[in-house]
Nanobody
Framework: VQLQASGGGLVQAGGSLRLSCKAS????????MAWYRQAPGNQRELVTT???????DYADSVKGRFTVSRDNAKNTVYLQMNSLKPEDTGVYYC????????WGQGTQVTVSS
């Protein structure tokens, strides 16, 4: 199983970024995918999940600003992040739970005020 995340960067508050995570080695369309983030000094926290059928759930802190989507033909999950805030800064990880958790390598998102 491999999860390859990309799309992070530096953006000003109020800006947007789109993260991508390409999966291999799994039956992608059958699996719930998730995005987590970890800010310096904090625990990793769940940001959003999307089931194979496209049902989504979000942390309260990102509702209305972030949108998760997936393209099962491309084995890729996306995270569109709008109206970014400095508190969104952190390393973002894609995740899939099989018999254990699998993680992508993480991509840094930095939001300046």
């Amino acid at each position: 199983v491999q999860l390859q995340a990309s799309g992070g960067g530096l953006v000003q508050a109020g800006g947007s970024l789109r993260l991508s995570c390409k999966a291999s080695g799994i039956m992608f369309r059958l699996n719930t995918m998730a995005w987590y983030r970890q800010a310096p000094g904090n625990q990793r926290e769940l940001v959003t999940t999307i089931t194979g059928g496209g049902s989504t759930d979000y942390a309260d802190s990102v509702k209305g600003r972030f949108t998760v989507s997936r393209d099962n033909a491309k084995n890729t999950v996306y995270l569109q992040m709008n109206s970014l805030k400095p508190e969104d800064t952190g390393v973002y990880y894609c995740n899939v739970k099989l018999y254990r958790d699998y993680w992508g390598q993480g991509t840094q998102v930095t939001v300046s005020s």
